[in-house]
């Protein structure tokens, strides 16, 4: 790798990019049968460094970096198990049983019991006084059909809300990690190096 210098910030990884970063760090310390931290890092992949993508074949080269440090690496590897784990509830979670009813009245009044249904109602463009939304509590008055739509919508969400935050969750943890393999490199090196197209991934 080039010596110690920094030509630009480089461009952050996508959600995209950064599931697969953390899948090879992951896939790395798998087959790192050793307690300590590595020191060197072998990858095959187009590499930006500094903002500045290294020549090779159709972008992507093979690099050896050494030197790296023990604490960073404790980090990255750490940040790796996390989201490990975090993808691992994202494939499990289901949307929540809890929400099942059907028609507006019953999920109207189940979504106005809560904080996070009063929201998920904003957010979905139901709109309606106070006195409009007692009117619909009591059975006085029906909703407009557009109100009544996204009454539905808001309740999908909050059903599908476990579901949905597992995934988000899971996603920032990916980011996580990719984003502690960048700041080892970038300790190690004085600039942002990042891999994308990973062909290859290993420790020693």
């Known amino acids: 790798m080039a010596k110690k210098r ?3 910030e480089g461009e952050p990884y996508s959600d995209a990019e950064a599931d697969r970063v953390a899948d090879a760090i992951e896939a790395a310390y798998a087959d790192w049968a050793n307690t300590a931290e590595p020191s060197k890092l072998n990858v095959r992949a187009k590499v930006e460094w500094a903002g500045v993508y290294q020549a090779g074949n159709q972008g992507v080269r093979s690099v050896r970096i050494d030197g790296l440090s023990a604490d960073r690496m404790r980090k990255v590897r750490e940040a790796a198990e996390k989201a490990r ?7 499990a979670a289901k949307p929540s049983s809890s929400y099942r009813a059907k028609g507006w009245e019953a999920q109207f009044r189940q979504l ?3 904080a996070k249904g ?3 109602m904003g957010a979905a463009g139901v709109s ?4 409009t939304l007692d009117r619909w509590l009591s059975g006085s008055q029906s909703p407009s059909k557009a109100n009544r739509e996204a009454i539905e919508r808001a309740y999908e969400t909050m059903r599908g809300r476990p579901v949905t935050e597992a995934r988000d969750a899971a996603q920032a943890a990916a980011k996580s990690a990719a ?3 960048t ?3 970038r300790d190690r090196y004085g600039a942002n190096v990042r891999f994308r197209d990973i062909r290859s991934f290993g420790f020693e």
């Open 6 to 8: 920094d030509t630009g």
């Open 85 to 91: 784990t975090s993808s691992g509830k994202a494939r």
């Open 112 to 114: 106005f019991k809560t």
């Open 118 to 120: 009063y929201e998920a």
């Open 128 to 131: 309606a006084t106070k006195q």
């Open 179 to 181: 984003d502690a393999l």
């Open 183 to 185: 700041e080892a490199m």
